[in-house]
């Protein structure tokens, strides 16, 4: 009775980077870009069974630390997610995160994983997903303005999801956009590096903005923005950090995850509290309109929501049961008596 | 350039089950409820530094599953846990737990740890720390009524911190008395095991409460509690779930952790929400009066707070340093280029 190596339920499985990048490969990325939308859509679409809360944000000088917890009432998730602009200077990811799954009934872990390279898979897929509702019928071309770690990710979930064929690149830093296109060479885009955000948008139906800068800044202006186009503005998700003239959402049907949380942290901060603006879940499920004229402009003011990592979490956590792509943790204390847990203590010392 | 292992900065300090019961013999359990002590006291007297607020729960009919963030400004922590009481029939713990330490200034997780071992150990130096403070002096007796999982490292806790010699022990499973009783011995405790509340109580100066029982309960009524007592009511910590008679509650001078959260998860749930409470952090900087006469009840309303869990952990990443008791978890992506997430994952492939 006295078993000294942890049980399994003990055990929560770990998807570490490297085995997540392994999955990632063994699936194929744009397989799996295709995979974590149809997840993400499953769960837009019962949106109304989620527990949903704005993120728990903790905020400093430097950045943010957040908190993204969801329930669909049989499973838990949350994610751990960091936003700190400055740390790019010292040699450090602007964002990293992990997450986990518990079981609601027990309330135990039965998935713990990285989710720095999940979150951009799964942004990437979200951001797909609307663009494939939204943006204007045949549309070949992205414009891709801010050329960071988000940017292939992007580019490569628009070709898979959407069909797009064409991404023009741009970033501030020339040395952004050379990186983005080296690493989009070879599968299967048109790649045309730009020298202004001007040049990227010309002829492009869908226009991706991902830029870093924590603060008001102004990544396309009015003028830029002709009809019919759809925005994926995806770099505007905190307080204080928008990318779009103000002009252009009053020119934009625009569209949300969660309207509590965007209109803290999304382009529509800008906005009145009550401007109006329609949820994606709606549009998914039949409820709302999407797109509804070719000369229409959609704006998708994306800040990322819990149920996406869920929905992320939950794809992870059934691919890898038929992979050995996770190590099992010695996370939780699991005596052979619930009620003897100093006894287990006890006896680690006799082992 | 292209570094295919995890750097240091993506790597990490994982301190499993087995690696925390190692830590714990390594220092000895009433030194490190000691220290534990030490630095929840430290933080206290810190209180109005740190970002505070209620746990983040989510709750089911099974039970609650909980985040509690808090930060000091330089170090941010937080942890989870659940609390199902019905995971006991079914061979799990009622209360698991795991938490983490993050640089504030970077979002870099700093430390992941487990939690149930060590929850049980703060917990436990947490009742002591203001039982110290609150308690009669000379104080020699601690009745403990509930003999669950946490009921060893009570008794300990009051004997490396208040000095207490006897415990006496009281559960409504006399089963659960045996291990409790069971486990005590030879620890420098005399250990009397009793066959209802009213026995263990006999004598005693301190009276611990700690059941599990998510309802509202009555451990103890108003004609048991007699003048001059402390009790240490830590069972009562979710919404719905108490322990005491409010009769006793009326007569007694009630100290909590933070009442924002108390209010809601604690005894005093029960009372008006504006009934007087005194705060554990002004009692220790002296500005708030603890015990003031010898016929009177003292009561700490305890419900667990996150700085508890910050002490915590903080203690442990400060006494793992010198040791090996951690595994370096590869648990953030860190490409060479910040910005160049995927041509770390491209370069995955080729390695």
Redesign the interface.
């Known amino acids: 009775m006295t078993n000294l190596s942890?049980s399994d339920?003990?055990l929560v499985p770990?998807v570490?980077?490297?085995h997540m990048?392994?999955l990632?490969?063994h699936i194929g990325?744009e397989d799996m870009l295709r995979g974590l939308a149809d997840y993400i859509e499953t769960d837009f679409r019962r949106w109304q069974l989620f527990?949903k809360?704005p993120r728990?944000a903790?905020h400093?000088a430097?950045?943010?630390?957040e908190?993204m917890?969801t329930?669909d009432?049989e499973v838990?998730g949350?994610k751990?997610v960091?936003?700190?602009p400055k740390?790019?200077a010292?040699?450090?990811?602007?964002v990293?995160a992990?997450g986990?799954l518990?079981d609601?009934?027990?309330?135990?872990?039965v998935l713990l994983s990285?989710m720095?390279?999940l979150t951009?898979m799964r942004t990437a897929a979200t951001s797909a997903l609307v663009a494939r509702l939204l943006a204007p019928k045949g549309a070949t071309t992205m414009a891709m303005i801010g050329?960071?770690?988000?940017?292939?990710?992007q580019s490569l979930a628009m070709k898979a999801i959407c069909g797009i064929s064409e991404v023009r690149l741009y970033d501030v830093d020339s040395a952004?956009t050379r990186?983005?296109a080296?690493?989009l060479a070879g599968l299967g885009l048109t790649v045309t590096p730009c020298t202004s955000a001007e040049d990227a948008i010309m002829g492009a139906q869908i226009i991706t903005t991902c830029t870093a800068d924590k603060q008001y800044a102004t990544i396309l202006t009015d003028n830029m923005i002709g009809a019919g186009v759809h925005i994926n503005a995806i770099g505007g998700d905190c307080p204080g950090k928008t990318e779009l003239a103000p002009a252009i959402l009053h020119r934009s049907d625009i569209f949300v995850e969660y309207p509590e949380q965007t209109r803290i942290e999304g382009e529509i901060q800008q906005l009145d509290a009550t401007h109006p603006v329609t949820e994606i879940w709606q549009v998914l499920t039949g409820q709302a309109e999407g797109r509804t004229s070719d000369r229409q402009i959609t704006l998708f003011d994306s800040v990322g929501f819990a149920i996406e990592d869920f929905s992320a979490l939950r794809y992870v956590r059934e691919q890898i049961r038929e992979t050995q792509l996770f190590h099992p943790?010695?996370?939780?204390?699991?005596?052979d008596?619930?009620?003897?847990?100093?006894?287990?203590?006890?006896r680690?010392?006799q082992a």
Do not use: W
């Open positions: 942890p339920k003990a770990f570490s980077v490297d990048m392994q990632i490969h990325i527990d809360t728990v903790s400093s430097e950045g943010v630390i908190l917890p329930s009432g838990y949350f751990y960091n936003g700190h740390n790019t010292e040699g450090l990811q602007t990293t992990f986990l518990a609601v009934g027990s309330g135990y872990p990285e720095t390279m951009a050329n960071g770690a988000q940017s292939e990710f952004a990186k983005c080296a690493n943790l010695d996370l939780l204390a699991d005596p008596d619930p009620r003897d847990l100093f006894g287990m203590l006890q680690s010392l």
